[in-house]
């Protein structure tokens, strides 16, 4: 569910609590979530004594660099939460993991599904999730060009919104700023990769970067479980145009959105400013 914006939200929030901070104790209740190593007492032994030098991001990895070298990697996917706060007593359901840092404040790893997990990288690198090394330019990097894109369609009879949402193309998109995108853009999400022509793609990527840095405005959308890391929810879930509103107007053109499964997934969309493809105009093949 979380995608680059609400990723970056977090990232963003908890930065000032945490860079600097040293862990002090972690509590595992939930070993599931424990990528690397995967059993409590190794992950908790190599985790406490180590600061937090800084927060960053790649993709929807929440990456923490710690000192001594090494990482402390975060992955929420579906339904993960990282909450900081200071109160002992308070237990969120589905609590996984806490750590304690040498201020007494407290840092949550809270996830319903379990899906997400954490991988703790040691300095040489062991323990990086496949993922990650696989990512395309993020969203919102200056790597991510219109010429970038262009190369990734080029030739793909798959589904622009299926290219998309695989983050070995571009890193951070999910299935609502791929909606989203593709809307602003004026693409129906069933147009192949191959059909786009240049000024499509250009229309394409300005559209991408454009949802993105709103959502990251807004500090994410807030539809099921997503919080930021102080407990908040964003903003962006009002200002989306499609994701979630089938059978609403269309805001554009008065249309009601549609509601279609593409490359296996709920794809929310507008027929009108969205036009189906009827033959696909991709070149010709030897
Ligand atoms: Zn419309």
């Excluded at 369609?153 to 589904?159: K, L, P, Q, S």
């Excluded at 490359?263 to 105009?281: M, S, V």
Aim: hydrophobic share 40%; proline share 6%; charged share 25%.
């Amino acid at each position: 569910m979380p995608e680059l914006p609400e990723v970056e939200t977090v990232r963003r929030t908890l930065a000032p609590h945490l860079v600097g901070r040293t862990v002090t104790a972690v509590e595992v209740y939930d070993a599931g979530i424990l990528r690397h190593p995967t059993s409590p007492a190794p992950f908790a032994g190599a985790l406490v004594g180590r600061r937090v030098r800084a927060l960053g991001r790649r993709g929807k990895y929440l990456r923490m660099a710690l000192s001594d070298g090494g990482e402390w990697i975060v992955h929420l996917r579906m339904s993960g939460r990282l909450l900081w706060h200071r109160e002992r007593e308070r237990r969120e359901r589905f609590l996984r993991l806490r750590a304690m840092l040498d201020d007494g404040s407290l840092l949550d790893y809270i996830d319903m599904r379990r899906l997400g997990g954490m991988y703790l990288v040691d300095a040489d690198g062991v323990g990086v999730p496949a993922g990650l090394g696989r990512l395309g330019p993020d969203a919102v990097d200056p790597a991510f060009t219109p010429a970038h894109l262009a190369g990734v369609v080029r030739g793909r009879r798959a589904t622009i919104k299926g290219i998309l949402l695989d983050q070995r193309a571009v890193a951070g998109l999910g299935n609502i700023y791929v909606d989203e995108a593709l809307h602003a853009a004026r693409l129906h999400p069933t147009r192949t990769g191959e059909s786009l022509r240049p000024a499509e793609v250009r229309r394409l990527h300005a559209a991408i970067v454009a949802v993105v840095r709103e959502g990251i405005r807004a500090q994410g959308v807030s539809f099921a479980l997503y919080r930021d890391g102080e407990g908040r929810p964003g903003e962006m879930g009002e200002r989306l145009r499609v994701y979630g509103r089938a059978g609403l107007a269309c805001y554009a053109c008065g249309g009601t959105i549609a509601r279609a499964r593409v490359a296996g997934r709920g794809t929310a969309y507008c027929p009108r400013c969205q036009p189906e493809p009827r033959r696909q105009t991709g070149r010709a093949r030897c």
